[in-house]
Each structure stands twice: as C-alpha cells, then as structure tokens.
Nanobody, 113 residues
C-alpha cells in the first residue's frame, strides 16, 4: 500500500520561501513519477510540478522560475522548494503518484503578511 506523507507547510510572508517534503513508502520509489498539486478554497486541485524517474520536470506556468521540484531516491522523498511566494500560492499542497492514483493528506501553505 502506497503511503505519502507531506510536511513543511506553514505561514510565510510574501516573498518568503518554504520547502515541502513528501516521504513515500510501500512502493519502489525510484521508478515512479511524482507530482505536487495544490488546492485553494473554492478552486479545483491543480498540478504544480512533476518529476519523472529520470528527473525530467515540468511546472505550471504560474510557478515557473519560483518553484523547484526534486527527488532523493536514497531517502524516498520528493521535495518542492518554493521561493518568492505570493499570496495566491496559498493552498493545501498534495503529493501524488500519478500512475498509482495515490495521494497524501496534504500540507497547508499560507502566504500572508
């Protein structure tokens, strides 16, 4: 059974940074693509970034140049480094294994002054 546990969310001022982590278990981590999604109140869940098993990455236009997705296969963990945060980045951020349809419980990111 796939388990994904996100962490690293919190309250940060505009322009600040956060690093989210997603620890995975129950799968052979190195062979899977992972994705970060987010959902703000009243909005649909949207793709933020994804990373393949060979470290190909893609980003939503709204976060390009500010967010960086990475993975550490030795720690079974995927990261989302978020810089230059904006109020519109406020959302619950979720980790996903697209091919398994598995989701984490989410971590809240709030950008506010």
């Amino acid at each position: 059974q796939v388990q994904l546990v996100e962490s690293g969310g919190g309250l940060v001022q505009p322009g600040g940074s956060l690093r989210l982590s997603c620890a995975a278990s129950g799968i052979i981590f190195s062979i899977y693509t992972f994705a970060w999604y987010r959902q703000a109140p009243g909005n649909q869940r949207e793709l933020v970034a994804a990373i393949t098993n060979v470290n190909l990455v893609n980003y939503a236009d709204s976060v390009k140049g500010r967010f960086t997705i990475s993975r550490d296969n030795t720690k079974n963990t995927v990261y989302l480094q978020m810089n230059s945060l904006k109020t519109e980045d406020t959302a619950v951020y979720y980790c996903q294994v697209p091919s398994r349809g598995s989701w984490g419980q989410g971590t809240q990111v709030t950008v506010a002054s």
